[in-house]
């Protein structure tokens, strides 16, 4: 499923492969982005988060994408587990890490 909102003149992309996503976790994804706004006071053009269950593993593996749209470098972060809100908290915190360190 596709999602494509734009939050604060940032264009969300969001792609969840073969399944949906509940009202519940499109706001944490948007509470996310608000985190890392706060980190990050410069042009934030897009945000995509890619979000996909890996079913050809004997375990139920996800994994999830955050790519943001800035001048210069685009910050890239990946995680793989079993818990999304794990997943979304510790891609957020690189995605932070990665612009602070570029725009320090």
């Known amino acids: 499923m596709t999602y494509n909102m734009n939050i604060e003149g940032i264009r969300l992309d969001i792609q969840a ?3 949906e996503l509940d009202d519940s976790f499109l706001g944490r994804i948007e509470a996310a982005l608000a985190r890392i706004r706060r980190f990050y006071s410069g042009d934030i053009v897009y945000a995509d988060f890619y979000l996909k269950r890996e079913t050809s593993h004997s375990v139920n593996e996800k994994s999830l994408h955050i ?6 470098r685009d910050p890239f972060a990946a995680e793989k587990g079993d818990d999304w809100g794990q997943l979304l ?3 957020t ?3 932070i890490k990665q612009v602070q360190k570029q725009h320090k």
């Not at 790519?67 to 210069?72: M, R, S, V």
């Open 17 to 19: 492969v073969d399944f």
């Open 67 to 72: 790519k943001l749209g800035i001048p210069g």
């Open 89 to 91: 908290k510790n891609a």
């Open 93 to 95: 915190e690189q995605i």
